[in-house]
């Protein structure tokens, strides 16, 4: 029992959207059915018209770039508090051992350091103003 | 009086720590932030407690960082989006 022209149909489908290749059996029965001939060339022609509609949406540039930025910032942020936990660390031990040198005895060495530091930390901060303003640009006299 | 120094108990050594230790997180956040040498910044305020604070504070807000324009060349806020200069959108 032959095919009917439903069946021929939906192959001509499957042929239009490449899943099934023409073999001689379809094209005899496009030969001689006007019908069937007629819708194919309809599914061709929509085929083809909707190739050439431009259908991608229209891209926002500085909508990505935006989403760029921000996700680096992100990134940034997650470096430096990476850092930060790193840095607290190595403080609690760096003071931990000025802590028990500070009990064991050297308490006056320490305060010593501390009151040389008060002393000189603000006559070097004119110095530390004017170099970094060179450094940044800034007209410097 | 210096002999007196050897009298302070351990819980004032604890304090000093503690507040050696909250200034020094915040400012190496803050220079981490800024783009500053946050390591340099940050071991700098483990040294004492509050005068380099103050030291930090007026040596990066008083003396801001600067970028170059890329289409003027003049010398801008790190954090511009545009110059001020040529009025040009600028990277940040």
Request: proline letters at 3%; hydrophobic letters at 40%.
């Amino acid at each position: 029992m032959g095919k009917s022209c439903e069946n021929y149909k939906d192959i001509l489908i499957d042929i239009i959207y490449e899943e099934k290749d023409f073999n001689k059996d379809i094209k005899d029965h496009l030969k001689h059915c006007d019908n069937c001939m007629k819708y194919y060339k309809e599914l061709k022609d929509t085929k083809n018209r909707l190739n050439n509609l431009n259908t991608e949406p229209p891209i926002e540039y500085r909508k990505i770039s935006k989403a760029f930025i921000k996700a680096d910032e992100i990134k940034k942020k997650k470096s430096d508090i990476k850092s930060l936990f790193v840095f607290m660390l190595l403080s609690v031990i760096f003071l931990t051992m000025v802590v028990t040198l500070a009990v064991n005895g050297f308490s006056k060495e320490i305060i010593y350091f501390q009151i040389s530091t008060y002393v000189i930390f603000p006559f070097i901060l004119p110095f530390m103003i004017k170099k970094r303003a060179k450094k940044e640009g800034y007209d410097v006299k | 009086m210096l002999s007196e120094i050897k009298e302070v108990p351990i819980f004032m050594w604890i304090i000093i720590a503690t507040l050696l230790l909250t200034q020094a997180s915040w400012i190496f956040y803050d220079a981490s932030k800024r783009g500053e040498k946050k390591w340099l910044w940050g071991s700098f305020g483990l040294l004492n407690v509050p005068s380099n604070l103050i030291i930090y504070l007026i040596v990066t807000r008083l003396v801001m960082k600067t970028k170059k324009c890329e289409y003027c060349n003049k010398n801008i806020r790190k954090e511009s989006y545009f110059c001020p200069y040529c009025g040009k959108e600028v990277k940040k």
